[in-house]
């Protein structure tokens, strides 16, 4: 009977634990949430263009050409498709790029680890503006001609493959040695073992920071701006601002359209981690 009564409240306890939890969770959440929704209203009166005097001193917040957002708005939205085909068929490339790169920084051949080594010192050593302007520029005086499309997707891969590098590399070399030793016992080919037991395995644990530097990717395509080759979306708004002396509401829109796409992709990858993190805790 004791020890019902003692279970009893041990329960209650709990219980009473649990809600106050939840309600501090509802609060946080109803602050958080309370916080987005002040910060919309003050962005929308620091584009209002509205006068007012502090202390005897008139202000007037920043005063943006409605009829210019509206005329052009879908016009530089047009290059949010190429700014997503560049960032898909780049990071593409770049993991390509970053498995052969990190099977050649574990190879115990010296020809093809100096390769591997040498690549991304020199892809990291020099600054991404200066790859993409390469490409587009020093290429043709050597008679190679490549579309703005190619030109964009090959500076950008070879960047970021060279940074990813590291990250399949670190991917690799956490899968356990016993399963690989395991692999050699029941007679396993090396390449057989990459295949089938280390690459699966390394490929889950690399998804979560590919999928951060592919929303870096995103936003590093405006670079390629600066060739006026690509019709991205940075490249639209620069012409639409400069043609009609408005930057400011252009670059606004391209900024509004970069923040809305990183958003869904951030929201897509975060899915993706949490369907990989559920898939392993059942294996587990």
Sequence with gaps: MT???SDDRSISQAEQIRALQQR???RFALGVHGSYALLFLTLIYAFSGVRFTV????FTTISLDWAFIGSHWFFIFNGVWLTILLSILSIALATALSLLGAL???SKLPPVYALATFYISLIRGTPLLLQIVFFFLALPQLGIRLSGLAAGVLALGLNYGAYMTEIMRAGIQSVDIGQREAAQAIGMTQVQIMRYIVLPQALRLVIPPIGNQFIAMLKDTSLISV???VWELLWRAQKQGRANFRSLEALLIAAVFYWIITIIFSAFQSQIEKRLARGYRTAL
């Design 3 to 5: 020890g019902s009564i």
């Design 24 to 26: 501090s969770a509802r």
């Design 55 to 58: 202390a005897g001193l008139q």
């Design 104 to 106: 050649g920084r574990l």
């Design 227 to 229: 060739t006026g080759f």
